[in-house]
């Protein structure tokens, strides 16, 4: 198969995978419901001793959820699911090969964070958000890497463990990285040893870079990490995935 077919191939997955996800309610909830309501949220509701959110910063931390919940929760739940069913496997022997495949699932991901940006975007200039053209490219370069970071460590999970016990751990992180990791509340609520450290996850990256780019900073060290987590971890999760649960 040469390169045109290929990348035809992986895009008609990625087509297959983005209808998946738009199609099941509770990935719906998850990635769409829920980051509309915490914006809502954390722009009328205090929180932590603070006032409410400004609609720049509670823009940003939804956002940073909507695309951690798409990249990892669901692909990780996804994936195990897929290989205790044979899913995997049998794509993996298909035309479509381990690499079309990943690619297909990382064009779908990026799709839906792209639709689940358009609509919280709406959302926040219903609330007052103003947008300032210079934060795009910077913006979508933390768009590409924290959704590589998430993914990458969706499949680690999902192609390593069992599927229950992805079902579990995928979930409870998703909790864990949304109330301790920085991804909606900005690391400076925490003590200060803790807020340094999520500053270096993927969750405190991607929630502190995208707050950083709303309040016109620097966002270098956060693409750095990102960047290294979605290389570090997708060469490990490359060199232990399993295509099926047995």
Do not use: C
């Amino acid at each position: 198969m040469n390169t045109a077919d290929q990348a035809r191939t992986a895009l008609a997955q990625a087509r297959f995978e983005t209808g998946t996800i738009l199609r099941n309610g509770e990935q719906t909830l998850l990635n769409i419901i829920i980051p509309v309501a915490a914006l809502i949220a954390l722009v009328n509701v205090p929180f932590a001793g603070r006032d409410p959110m400004s609609v720049g910063a509670a823009y940003a931390s939804s956002l940073a959820l909507a695309w951690a919940s798409t990249a990892f929760t669901s692909q990780a739940i996804a994936i195990a699911f897929d290989r205790r069913w044979g899913v995997m496997r049998m794509l993996a022997t298909t035309p479509l090969g381990p690499k079309g495949l990943f690619l297909g699932k990382l064009g779908a991901v990026g799709v839906v964070a792209l639709i689940q940006t358009l609509l919280l975007t709406v959302v926040a200039l219903a609330l007052g958000l103003s947008l300032n053209p210079s934060v795009l490219l910077p913006g979508l370069a933390l768009l590409a890497l924290g959704l590589g970071a998430f993914l990458a460590l969706g499949l680690l999970i999902g192609g390593t463990l069992r599927p229950e016990a992805v079902l579990a751990l995928a979930n409870l992180l998703w909790i864990a990285m949304a109330g301790l990791g920085a991804l909606i509340v900005p690391a400076a609520s925490y003590p200060d040893w803790w807020g340094t450290i999520v500053a270096f996850t993927p969750p405190g990256a991607l929630g502190e870079g995208l707050r950083a780019l709303a309040g016109g900073e620097s966002v270098a060290i956060h693409l750095a990490v990102l960047g290294g987590w979605t290389v570090g971890v997708g060469l490990l999760a490359a060199s232990r995935f399993r295509w099926d649960s047995k």
